[in-house]
């Protein structure tokens, strides 16, 4: 009985299309929602394409290790 139960089920997943969407869906399909969901509210807290931040620090700060910097050189392309 059980054999007969899991072998018609077997068959259904194989060969029809939305139960085997919705099996799909019952395992892996909420988890990957779940996680594009966080990706989208991460990639939307960046800001906007373009925008330019700019972290200063206060100007009494010397917590820093780093004294001066380096030149880099560069060339301007027309």
């Known amino acids: 009985?059980?054999?007969k139960f899991l072998f018609?089920?077997?068959?259904?997943i194989a060969f029809v299309p939305?139960?085997?969407r919705f099996f799909f869906w019952l395992l892996v399909?909420?988890?990957i929602a779940?996680?594009?969901r966080k990706a989208n509210e991460r990639f939307n807290q960046k800001g906007r394409e373009g925008e330019t931040r700019v972290h200063?620090?206060?100007p009494g700060a010397t917590d820093?290790?780093?004294k001066g910097g380096e030149y880099v050189n560069y060339e301007e392309v027309n």
């Open 1 to 3: 009985m059980i054999f």
């Open 29 to 31: 399909g909420r988890q």
């Open 18 to 20: 939305p139960v085997r």
């Open 56 to 58: 200063s620090t206060t």
């Open 34 to 36: 779940k996680e594009q």
């Open 8 to 12: 018609v089920l077997l068959l259904l």
């Open 64 to 66: 820093s290790k780093l």
